[in-house]
DNA sequence: ATGCGCAAATTGACATATCAGTTTGGAAAA
DNA sequence: TTTTCCAAACTGATATGTCAATTTGCGCAT
C-alpha cells in the first residue's frame, strides 16, 4: 500500500496527525461510520490518546480529500456525495484508468503481463463465488480488494507513479458505496476482468484504452438512478455519538442525560 | 476562479488558513518565490498578522498538492519538481485534457463553440506578437493567463466540474514554469490553438481526444531536456530572507546577538 | 397541544507557549 | 590559511487553554 498525503514515510518517525489521519480514514472506507454521520474532534482526541490539534488537522486533510465536510463552527461530517459528483468522479476515471491502459499495454514486461491475466481470472472467479453466495461481507470485502488491486497493478505497469497516484486518489471517495451497491445487486457478465485484460496485455494500445472505458462505464448510468443515500443538502449532521466506547480516555460525563429517563 | 481547496465559500467566512493558503500560493504561482527557495513560517505570520498556526495549516496544504516540501525540523521551501515527475504530469494531463476535449465536443453549445475559436485565435495572435516582441514580461504573462483560460474553458464547457478541478489542479505546477520556459525560446506553428479548437469544436469528439492529444505532447521531450532548475536533492534551502520588513510585528529582539559583534 | 425563544452545551478555530531537531557561523585548533 | 567543532538561533511539531459561533433542548407563552 503506498502512501497517501505525505506520511512522512521520508524516514521521518510519522506525526501524530497523520496516525489520526489513517485510523478515520480506515473507519470511514470500512464504512464504520456512515455518510452524513457527524465526527466528534474531541471524542476522537480522547479515544486516541491525543491533543485536539492532530485530529483537526486529520479532518482538513480528509476534508480536502473529499472524504469529510465540515462548517467552520458547526461540525464535521462524513461526506455525502451528490449524484452529479458521483457521474463526475466516473468521468475522470475513464480519463486516467483509459490512458492507464494505453500506457499498461505498451510498456508491461511480458511476465507482468501473465500475471495481470492471472489477477484477473482470480478476480472473476471470486465474483462468480460472490455473486452466488449471498451476503457475506467477508468475502464482499475481499472483493472489493482484489478489484481495486487488479487496476491499481495495471496503472503500476504503465510505468507513470502520477498516474497511478491520480488514480488511486479519485477512487477513494467513490469506491466504497460504488461495491456496495453494484456489487450487491448485480452479477457481472462471465470473464467480464478476463476479457479486458485480453485486450489490456495485447499489443494494441488504442484498443486497450477503448476496452478499458467501455469497462469503466459498465453500469453507471444504471447506478446513478438509484440514490441511496442520505442526500441531504441540509446540516442536521447525525450526532449519533453516545456510547463513549467503553471509557477508553473519556473524561466527560453525561451528566445531564439521565434526566432523561 | 473556481476555489481550491475548501475555501469555505459556502457563505461562511474564510478560515485563517485559507487566506494563508491563498497568499502563499499565489506568490509562488506568480514566481515571486523561485524554486527551491525557503519559506519561513513564522515570518509570514509576522506579515500576515496572524500566529504560526495558520500558516503551518496553509504548509502542509501546499505540500499535499505538491507545491511546497519540508522536512520536519528543519524548513520548508518552493518545490523543485524531478524532471521524472514532468513527465508523469504530462502524461496525466493528457488523459484529462482528452477527456475534457471528447466531452467539449460533444456537449458545448454552438455559441459556446463560436467563443472558444475567437479565444484560440486571440491567443495566437498574443502568441505571435510576443514571439517577435522579445522579452515583455507584462505580455509573457497575459499569454499565460489567456492560454489558461482557453484550456479551462474547454474544461468547463465539457459540462463536468470534476474533470475541470482535476485539470486545474494537475497544471499549476506544471504550467507557470513551463511556459517561463518554452514560451520564451520557442515561437508555436501558426494558428496553433486555432488548428486544435477548429477540431474540438467540431463534431467528432474521438477526433477532437486525438488533437488535444498531440497538442498537449507539443514540446515536452525538449522541455524535459532543458534542466535549468535548481536540480537539487540535496537540502541546501535558499534562506534568501533578510530584511524583516518593516518591523511588521517582530516581537522577537535578538538580544543575545549583541555579543557576537 | 403547539410554536417560540433563550441559554447551556458542544463544536472547530486560533493564540500562546514549549519542545526537539537542524542549520550555521564564528571561534578554536591545526 | 584551512579545517574542525560547538553553541546559539532558527526551524516546524505539538500540547494546552481560550474563544466565538452554532446547535439544541428545555421552559414559557399562546
Not at 456489487?183 to 479486458?196: D, I, K, M, V, W
Request: proline share 5%; glycine share 6%; net charge neutral.
Amino acid at each position: 500500500m503506498s502512501s497517501h498525503p505525505q506520511d512522512g514515510t521520508t524516514s521521518f518517525s510519522a506525526p501524530l496527525w497523520n496516525k489520526a489521519y489513517f485510523r478515520i480514514r480506515e473507519r470511514i472506507l470500512r464504512g464504520e461510520i456512515s455518510p452524513g454521520e457527524a465526527l466528534s474532534a474531541r471524542r476522537l482526541a480522547a479515544e486516541f490518546g491525543m491533543s485536539l490539534l492532530p485530529i483537526s488537522q486529520a479532518f482538513r486533510q480528509l476534508e480536502s480529500e473529499k472524504l469529510l465536510e465540515s462548517r467552520p463552527r458547526a461540525g464535521t461530517r462524513v461526506r455525502i456525495p451528490q449524484p452529479e459528483e458521483i457521474r463526475g468522479r466516473c468521468i475522470v476515471r475513464e480519463a486516467l484508468e483509459a490512458q492507464s491502459a494505453r500506457l499498461c499495454s505498451a510498456n508491461a514486461t511480458m511476465k507482468e503481463r501473465v500475471e495481470l491475466m492471472r489477477l484477473a481470472e482470480q478476480l472473476d472467479t471470486l465474483y462468480d463465488r460472490f455473486g452466488r453466495g449471498g451476503s457475506d461481507s467477508e468475502l464482499q470485502y475481499a472483493v472489493h480488494t482484489l478489484h481495486f488491486e487488479l487496476h491499481m497493478r495495471i496503472a503500476e505497469y504503465a510505468r507513470c507513479e502520477e498516474l497511478k497516484d491520480a488514480i488511486e486518489k479519485n477512487q477513494v471517495l467513490i469506491y466504497n458505496w460504488f461495491f456496495d451497491l453494484a456489487t450487491n445487486r448485480r452479477t457481472l457478465p462471465a470473464g467480464f476482468h478476463a476479457q479486458l485484460l485480453q485486450v489490456v496485455t495485447g499489443s494494441d494500445p488504442i484498443a486497450a484504452d477503448e476496452a478499458m472505458r467501455s469497462h469503466v462505464q459498465y453500469g453507471v448510468p444504471e447506478l446513478l438512478e438509484q440514490n441511496v443515500l442520505p442526500a441531504s443538502n441540509d446540516w442536521r449532521l447525525r450526532r449519533s455519538q453516545s456510547g463513549d466506547k467503553d471509557g477508553h480516555a473519556s473524561a466527560k460525563k453525561p451528566a445531564s442525560t439521565i434526566a432523561a429517563k
